[in-house]
Nanobody, 114 residues
């Protein structure tokens, strides 16, 4: 079993930046792909970014060039650096681990004021 805990959400003005963190309860990053998702009430959860076990990153087009996913294997933490934030980025952000099983965090709210 793996617990994932997100932090770093909050209220920010449009154009600002935030860094989300996701801590894992044990070392899994060498074998799991880590992903960030987001969800707005009434809408489906959507994928934002991924980082593979070997460090390859991919992004949804809506955040490409503005968001950066990274990880620190020693700290069992994955990050999502968000810049040039827009009101449309407002959502609950979730991290998830995908491998032999899938694990999800509880989410952290990001609110971007215009």
């Amino acid at each position: 079993q793996v617990q994932l805990v997100e932090s770093g959400g909050g209220l920010v003005q449009a154009g600002g930046s935030l860094r989300l963190s996701c801590g894992a309860s044990r070392s899994i990053f060498s074998i799991y792909t880590m992903r960030w998702y987001r969800q707005v009430p009434g809408k489906q959860r959507e994928w934002v970014a991924s980082i593979s076990s070997d460090g390859k990153t991919t992004y949804d087009d809506s955040v490409k060039g503005r968001f950066a996913i990274s990880k620190d294997n020693a700290k069992n933490t994955v990050y999502l650096q968000m810049s040039s934030l827009k009101a449309d980025d407002t959502a609950v952000y979730y991290c998830a681990a995908f491998g032999s099983r899938a694990y999800w965090g509880q989410g952290t709210q990001v609110t971007v004021s215009s």
